[in-house]
């Protein structure tokens, strides 16, 4: 095993973005038409115990399609991420693994990693910094090598960025506008971890160099005409609070009157699954900075409604604003209809919104909710549509005021769970779960 200390510094050419600000700040990143931009790409080598990395210049306009990115935005100076050599373990016939402590830096006026900033003001939950391969790793010595492989083994997940089935290492952090020197605007360190199999000097596969590509995906103040939209894929991202980049706040008792937690349990290829027992609620919830009186805002789930006996709602989905002055907006699903949905705040049960019209639906199979808020204040609507069809929309004068629940004791902006009543048992099957931030909000 060989071991010693080398430094990466990469300026990063190309940031993704997704965010919104109804207040203008002094610097702002350059809006790209069309929500393209002609990319650079960061061209990263490892050569023994040394890495580098240099900009090349694409020159054609990438359209990014991740949840967490619709744009992509380019220019040089942007951040500089850091990687420190750790070690690299030689094992032959086997592998051999390099390790690097890598964190990020920004190099910009204005804070990054979160969709909404006025004053820089940190929110409690942010999308943070994905840092997302453009392809898998390439041997270039020796070449050629037949068989060996290089991948990047401990990655946090895999996304849709620039394109389908990315690998990425996520950031919790903020990063805050620059600030001379690392502090509160650099990330944490993270292990980025490489290993090469197999591992045979002798029979002349000892990989010794290799090369990747990679982009930056982060949200940060942008336009206001810019959309923020995060999408939880339960198909593939595991237990949202475990594991889900941008992680979703662990399952709550909702009120005082439910208090005992129910159960989450997820299946590759099937979804997310939460149970709440008889007296029980069971929710998951993101505390995004959002305007709901100004801004246009939306939400939408894949569910199917398990316990089909029962007549009570099951799926619970919705926003809340984050003042006592603001609005809260919910639609409950049942095993045969959609509504609107009201929560009495002592007893803490769910009830058809008063005055408003069911949408029925076929039982036992999985239908699209949507639920969208247009202009809010004293002129705005919100109306849910059903498997894209349009049903009924309320005034948003009508909407009821945040809950203390998710306000102060489970500050939330975008909910959804799963609840039971005092006899019956709520049982729903998530395939996913989207919500959007200002913009042109979801639509049917």
Known sequence: MRTRIQTLSLTLLALGAAACSESKMSSEPPVPPNGTHPLGIIYGTVSGDTM???????????????????????????????????????????????????????????????????????????????????????ISQPFPCPGCVVSDTNYAGIGNFSAVGQKYYWYKDRPTSVQGSPSTDTTSDQNWVFVATPYDPGGGRGVNAFSWMMLVSAAWPADPDSATTYTYNALTDSEPDLHGKPQWKPPFAQDN??????????????????????????????????????WNSGMQAKVNVLNTGSDSVQAVIGLVGQTALDKQLFVGVWPDSVAFLKLDPVTGVWSHFPGTTARHVASGVAHVVTLSLLGGGGSGIAFFCVDHGFQTFLPYASLQSPDATFLTSHPSTAVFGTVGTGTQMGQVLWSSVTYQLSGNTITC
């Open 52 to 138: 580098r990395a240099e900009f090349v210049p694409v020159g054609l306009p990438i359209t990014g399609h991740s949840a967490i990115s619709p744009s992509i935005y380019g220019g040089t100076g942007t951040v500089a991420v850091t990687g420190e050599f750790v070690s690299d373990v030689q094992n032959p016939p086997s592998s051999r693994t390099w390790t690097f402590k890598v964190h990020m830096e920004n190099l910009l006026s204005y804070a990054i990693g979160s969709n909404y900033s006025d004053g820089n003001a940190t929110p409690p939950d942010t999308g943070g910094v994905f840092l997302f391969f453009q392809s898998n790793p390439v």
């Open 257 to 294: 009157g439910l208090t005992t937690l129910g159960s989450e349990s997820w299946t590759a290829g099937s979804g997310l699954t939460l149970t709440a027992n008889a007296n029980s609620s069971i929710f998951l919830a993101r505390d995004d900075s959002t305007d709901l009186a100004n």
